[in-house]
């Protein structure tokens, strides 16, 4: 990675974006035809939708509330415009986010008279707050200030051999530079976690990580689910994955050889820089929100027989090394590490290439997912609404 530095936007909060979004937030789901008409209306605005939060209860309450503030406060997001259908859940979430220091703008659907009018006064709103956020200027900030997230679907054989290793490179050279990098899936470590557990830290560290991990596979088997029947999944044994344990070796590859730092919930920030383990589901649309939440401004995505979804709020960039996704696949790949299984690329030479890109993008270069705006949100739900 050469010029260890990148364009970005400077945040109230000290943190840094590599995009200058305003985000329409809707603050439950029947809330999503408005945020959605709104955002569609609006350039330069994003939606953050939700399926939930309605009779939601206790800790699914606070994780749903603690996400979406989590994606509104993410540096990439200059300003943000609430869409509520009433005012006392509209404010719980408006509190969440003010102590970033971000303009936080509300239109409540009950007190302005229905989604004709919420559209009408939402429309206005968010152009007030693009126009407002266009005036910023992209500044030079030093790779201390990259939060990324990385995160692997459609893995295959050429996902642990290839792509996998050249995005731990990258995790490695940002760790070491004082940024922050996260890894997520929880079941994607079944098998190997013991050996992943070896490079925490500290004794607490290892101790908070296992039982991540080792807690969540004993809530499965709690429910009578056999692992062996759900992962590796269909793609991963037609990309040519056997067992779990070769999945769980292959996925580690991405957090490259940095020691553990810290163990996140769903969603949470890094309390300190280096690589830290957010806690959350293995499905793309459900890990890529939490890791946005928790303040990634970029994710590393690898993909081994093609996965095409990224984040709304997270610019994602996909990364394979299988010959045939990077051909068949192009629409949705953006950067090609098949040189090292067909040319014998060096490692260290490849993720070094695709740090520079990496760097590029959070300069400004956009990704397949956000020119396509292939992108979605979906926050975990862990318990029955009322």
């Known amino acids: 990675m050469s010029g260890a530095t990148f364009l970005g936007y400077g945040r109230p909060d000290g943190s840094v974006g590599v995009r200058n979004h305003v985000a329409v937030v809707s603050v439950m ?8 008409k709104v955002a569609e209306a609006v350039a330069g605005t994003i939606p953050v939708t939700t399926l939930f939060v309605r009779g939601q209860l206790g800790r699914d309450l606070d994780i749903t509330l603690d996400t979406l503030a989590g994606l509104a406060r993410n540096p990439n997001v ?17 509190k969440r986010i003010r102590p970033s220091g971000k303009t936080v703008a509300s239109v409540v659907i009950q007190q302005v008279g229905g989604t004709i009018n919420a559209i009408a006064e939402g429309t206005r709103a968010a152009a007030r707050l693009v126009r407002e956020a266009s005036r910023q200027r992209r500044a030079d900030f030093p790779l201390s200030k990259l939060v990324i997230g990385v995160e692997c679907g459609g893995s295959d054989t050429t996902s642990g051999l290839a792509s996998n290793p050249a995005i731990g490179v990258v995790a490695d050279r940002v760790a070491a530079a004082g940024g922050s990098v996260i890894i997520s899936e929880t079941s994607e470590f079944f098998g190997a976690e013991h050996l992943f557990a070896e490079r ?5 560290v290892k101790a908070q990580f296992l039982e991540a991990v080792q807690g969540f596979e004993r809530e499965i088997m709690a429910h009578g689910i056999d692992l062996r029947g759900s992962n590796p999944t269909p793609d991963n ?25 810290g163990v996140l919930a769903y969603g949470e920030a890094p309390r300190e820089a280096g690589l830290n383990f957010m806690a959350t589901p293995a499905p793309a649309v459900e890990s890529l929100t939490a890791l946005a939440a928790g303040g990634c401004q970029i994710c590393l995505f690898s993909t081994g027989v093609g996965n095409p979804i990224g984040s709304v709020v997270s610019t994602t960039i996909k990364v394979s090394g299988n010959r045939n ?6 629409d949705n790949v953006d950067f090609d590490v ?25 300069s400004g270069e956009l990704t397949t997912s956000e020119v396509l705006d292939v992108r979605e949100t979906c926050i975990s739900r862990f318990l029955p609404s009322m």
Do not use: H
């Open 29 to 36: 789901d029947n809330c999503n035809p408005v945020t959605r």
């Open 78 to 94: 200059a300003a943000v415009l609430l869409i509520g259908l009433e005012a006392a859940m509209t404010e719980a979430l408006a």
């Open 200 to 204: 925490a830290r500290s004794p607490k």
């Open 237 to 261: 044994i037609l990309g040519g994955l056997t067992t779990i344990e070769e999945k769980a070796l292959g996925a580690m590859a991405k957090a490259g050889k940095s020691p553990l730092v």
């Open 325 to 330: 996704t990077v051909d068949f696949f192009a």
């Open 338 to 362: 098949t040189g090292v299984l067909e040319r014998g690329e060096p490692l260290a030479e490849v993720g070094g290439r695709l740090g520079d890109y990496m760097l590029s993008v959070a």
